[in-house]
Antibody, heavy 118, light 106 residues
Framework: QVQLVESGGRVVQPGRSLRLSCAASGFTFSSYAFHWVRQAPGKGLEWVAVISFAGGNKFYADSVKGRFTVSRDNSKNTLYLEMNSLRTEDTATYYC???????????WGQGTLLTVSS | DIQMTQSPSSLSASVGERVTITCRASQDITNFVAWFQQKPGKAPKSLIYAASSLQDGVPSKFSGSGFGTDFTLTVNNLQPEDFATYYCQQYSTYPHTFGQGTKLEI
């Protein structure tokens, strides 16, 4: 069955860097685009970034552009989110989600919590 | 950026009732709208894509409609497990913005 498992979230200080991972299984990873979506505590969903199935196309929310980088390793069935210059407002649960061609997001991971605090 | 405005922000209903949630886009997005359900402490669950198509495994009590700028999610015969927060999202143009959510309470 389709599984997406995020990891890497922890407490970090403002200005530091962190990489989140999303390990996929149960389907052909390289056939899908993937998105990162985050949710600050008690708040709504915020779209963060997308990477195309081959990794050649990437788009970011203005709030993270220039600081976050999305990447993927199709040989390892893993999606990444490299986050630099972290701010307190980046504190959130980060979800990865799969998007089939021509459809909305279908499967989501369980999320990983990033807390940015001094 | 395209703004997605959901209404109402909260809604009270009873078991067995039908409810409708509305989402309005700030510009024409044809049918590139998805709906999600989220329960406390859980990841979102995908319900609908392309405004009216059910994701695999989603019961037919959920339905969506709309085109252009105005969209609705309807939930029939509310059951206790349906009480959650619902979000719309446009995926016509990046950034793929979400509505602010509608909390459906008993």
């Amino acid at each position: 069955q389709v599984q997406l498992v995020e990891s890497g979230g922890r407490v970090v200080q403002p200005g530091r860097s962190l990489r989140l991972s999303c390990a996929a299984s149960g389907f052909t990873f390289s056939s899908y685009a993937f998105h990162w979506v985050r949710q600050a505590p008690g708040k709504g969903l915020e779209w963060v970034a997308v990477i195309s199935f081959a990794g050649g196309n990437k788009f970011y929310a203005d709030s993270v552009k220039g600081r976050f980088t999305v990447s993927r390793d199709n040989s390892k069935n893993t999606l990444y989110l490299e986050m630099n210059s972290l701010r307190t407002e980046d504190t959130a649960t980060y979800y990865c989600a799969r998007r089939p061609q021509g459809r909305g997001l279908d499967y989501w991971g369980q999320g990983t919590l990033l807390t940015v605090s001094s | 950026d395209i703004q997605m405005t959901q209404s109402p922000s909260s809604l009270s209903a009873s078991v067995g009732e039908r409810v409708t949630i509305t989402c309005r886009a700030s510009q024409d997005i044809t049918n590139f709208v998805a709906w999600f359900q989220q329960k406390p402490g859980k990841a979102p669950k995908s319900l609908i894509y392309a405004a009216s198509s059910l994701q695999d495994g989603v019961p037919s009590k959920f339905s969506g409609s709309g085109f252009g700028t105005d969209f609705t999610l309807t939930v029939n015969n509310l059951q206790p497990e349906d009480f959650a927060t619902y979000y719309c999202q446009q995926y016509s143009t990046y950034p793929h913005t979400f509505g602010q959510g509608t909390k459906l309470e008993i």
